[in-house]
Nanobody, 122 residues
Framework: QGQLPESGGGSVQAGGSLRLSCPAS????????IGWFRQTPGKEREGVAA??????YYSDSAKGRFTTSQDNTKHTAYLQMNSLKPEDTGVYYC?????????????????WGQGTQVTVSS
């Protein structure tokens, strides 16, 4: 089975930047769609960005600040997060093995990374 050992989380001050990486090895990369989700305590997993066949998609909160990209030679997807805000705080997951449906819906993906914590302080 494929793995999603995502990395890149951390703690930054508001206005800072972080880049998350999601090396998606194995068959789970074959659908060529990777989703990025954020989860905070007591809330459902929220889609912030996705990239499918090189085309990016963003939630309203991520537009203009986050950029997702794919490096097909490395089978890796990235989420560059700039101008971070305290409300961006949460555990970020990458997801693969897209099953169809809305790209920013958690139900559209079958495989998940372990999550990486992002904390933005004011």
């Amino acid at each position: 089975q494929g793995q999603l050992p995502e990395s890149g989380g951390g703690s930054v001050q508001a206005g800072g930047s972080l880049r998350l990486s999601c090396p998606a090895s194995g068959y789970i990369y074959s659908s060529n769609c990777i989703g990025w989700f954020r989860q905070t305590p007591g809330k459902e997993r929220e889609g912030v960005a996705a990239i499918c066949d090189g085309s990016p998609y963003y939630s309203d909160s991520a537009k203009g600040r986050f950029t997702t990209s794919q490096d097909n030679t490395k089978h890796t997807a990235y989420l560059q997060m700039n101008s971070l805000k305290p409300e961006d705080t949460g555990v970020y997951y990458c997801a693969a093995d897209y099953r169809g449906g809305r790209l920013l819906s958690a139900a559209s993906f079958n495989r998940w990374g372990q999550g990486t914590q992002v904390t933005v302080s004011s």
